[in-house]
DNA sequence: GGTATCATTGTGACCGGTCACATGTTTGTT
DNA sequence: AACAAACATGTGACCGGTCACAATGATACC
């Protein structure tokens, strides 16, 4: 059943038009004299017509319709990425299709299904480095990739600028007077937390302090993830006086751990996140975090997409947003 | 620029058959003899062809796409409806785009250019009773409305049994002994917290427990609100011993709130939610909650739309879904 | 053998827009 | 006054599928 009976004809035909007048109109492409503009919009409200998008579609080659394709959406990172890709397709006037893969093969399937049936302009991708699945990005598509920096260069990207949030992590905890500082970072088969890891040594190697193997940790960003890693710091001889965990579960995880053995925070240990998630304000004590700026990621990334979808060439371009400090109660002068 | 040039005829004359032979072999409506779909399958794989969805759209009516409009995507519980509601969409084959409105107007607007213009074929929206929005939902058009049941009962819907929930939450408080219990509540607009709130009341009533109206407060789902109605709660003469906090949020914002005034939590104050959100589990001390199984309600609610989408009729079906109490630290058996 | 039924395949029209091009009218320039 | 340029509008073809219906051949039944 046809929702809407009513075609760009029977709008032409009441206004005493052509049906091109009509479309002239709806899309403001060519000059239209003021009065028929006036009977074809009369013509328009009176019948309720609206163009049909799929028509268009078929017409034009193009659907206004992208595609995020998203390991998931029940974490607030993605969700806000997601969000702010939304409000800049929407914009444009274009929306935005949310996809979830958690694997290669699903991964592989979204695209084949979006990319090669036409139903989208372009794919916003996030987090496409767990495993393999980057590999199944399509050439000569439309792609833009959002909170990860690529690998090779090869497509265009916003993303957090992760050195320095590791740099200003890292310092944050040495201006208060660290020395003995432990880092938890992301799977390093992932850039961001290699540049993460990049900054924080570099910070590290300024202050003139040496870099400690066992104070260098790896978890999965998951809180579970950041409560072992601080068991695993508990066999060290030392303990570290804090912490950077390169986002806010493990520094959570970090925290319940130590919270756990009766460790206070922050007169005995500092502990720095990274993302802001909402999470963080309510933890006991509030984390100290690195806030991102996920909407304007993903607002900027799907603003690159639709030139991108419009344009066809254009270099390659690959943002660094900054992060923000927001000091809470997670962190501390050390005490001596 | 159009990425495939491969059309329905290009297939056709390769396999030597008919473009509607091969539209048969694709939608295997009809009977194709073996050996004809065996050579259009290969001339469909020597050239990469695939259908165009939006070909198929202007042909059929059907797009194969829903929407689903919801407040945020950064809340937890939407988030994860949206989710199961994918799932339910492309368990179908069905795609579903997630537009968020956090006002009736960007909500009216939204209907106009997803459902007049023939963008989807039905609507899944999430808490449409915050405000005057549900007045704007279209009719005779497929809608399916996720985690809220209808006002008044001209919608199909899938939700928890609101009622319930408040009755087993407050069931598990009296169960440990406690008499004074408080609640806060959601706004009472939206039916599930009236529902919430009924539950709560039917379980004091059984249990011979006077209702004080001191003690039942009224938030709007965040944890400030929670906060804040723990502080009006110390007010009156005489403290509750427990709280049921219509939702996670509010119950970790009076958890805080009892915090930081040095109440001890569950010695001296028990608390229970509603949701399992996954910062329940991290809060300190850990919430008793009761989880919903967003993803169910979500998955269903799409299976409704679905099949509302393809029959059009048939009577309108309203799932009540129920919930599961997860006991965790912050509630115990009342000390005298 | 004749006819009804079924399986298999093909044909023209159509879905509702837009594109390229053609046409007629007005305005501007020398 | 003559001609070019700009403006305003209309026409036929086309985008890539599917629908309704027709046509063919094979099988079944009487």
Redesign the interface.
Same mark, same amino acid.
């Given at each position: 059943?046809?929702?809407?009976r009513v075609t760009i004809r029977d709008v032409a035909s009441q206004a005493g038009v052509s049906r091109q007048t009509v479309s002239r109109v709806i899309n403001q492409t060519d000059n239209v004299a003021e009065d028929t503009r006036a009977r074809v919009e009369a013509a328009i409200a009176n019948l309720?017509y609206?163009? +049909?998008?799929?028509?268009q579609?078929?017409a034009t080659?193009m659907?206004g319709?992208f595609a995020c394709i998203v390991p998931? @959406?029940?974490d607030?990172t993605f969700?806000?990425l997601?969000?702010g890709a /939304?409000l800049g397709a929407?914009a444009a006037g274009a929306? @935005?299709?949310?996809?979830?893969a958690d694997n290669d093969k699903m991964f592989s399937g979204l695209i *084949? /299904? @979006?990319?090669?049936?036409?139903?989208v302009d372009g794919l916003l991708v996030i987090n496409p480095f767990v495993d393999e699945r980057y590999s199944y990005l399509p050439a *000569?598509?439309p792609v833009v990739l959002a909170g990860a920096r690529p690998r090779h260069g090869q497509w265009q990207s916003v993303a957090l600028n992760d050195e320095d949030v590791g740099y200003q992590a890292t310092k944050h905890l040495l201006a208060l007077g660290h020395r003995q500082i432990a880092t938890v970072t992301g799977p390093l088969t992932e850039d961001c937390a290699q540049d993460r890891r990049y900054g924080y040594q570099q910070a590290l190697q300024e202050a003139g302090i040496p870099l400690r193997a066992d104070w260098l940790l790896t978890g999965d960003w998951s809180?579970a993830s950041g409560y072992a890693c601080w068991q695993r710091f508990g066999r060290s001889r030392e303990l570290p006086t804090a912490v950077f965990a390169q986002n806010d579960q493990m520094a959570?995880g970090v925290l319940?751990a130590a919270?756990s053995q009766g460790i206070q925070i922050p007169q005995q240990l500092s502990i720095i996140g990274v993302d802001d998630i909402?999470?963080a304000a309510?933890?006991?004590p509030a984390l100290t975090t690195l806030r991102q700026d996920f909407h304007a990621i993903g607002q900027q990334a799907m603003q690159l997409l639709i030139a991108q979808a419009q344009n +066809?060439h254009g270099q390659i371009v690959q943002k660094r947003l900054p992060a923000q400090l927001i000091v809470r109660e997670s962190t501390a002068p050390i005490v001596f």
């Open positions: 059943m046809n929702r809407s309720g609206r163009p +049909q998008v799929w028509a579609s078929l080659g659907t319709l998931n @959406l029940t607030y969700a806000s997601v969000h /939304e929407r929306f @935005l299709l949310s996809a979830t *084949d /299904e @979006l990319v090669m049936s036409g139903r *000569d598509f809180a959570i319940r919270y909402p999470m309510y933890a006991t +066809q």
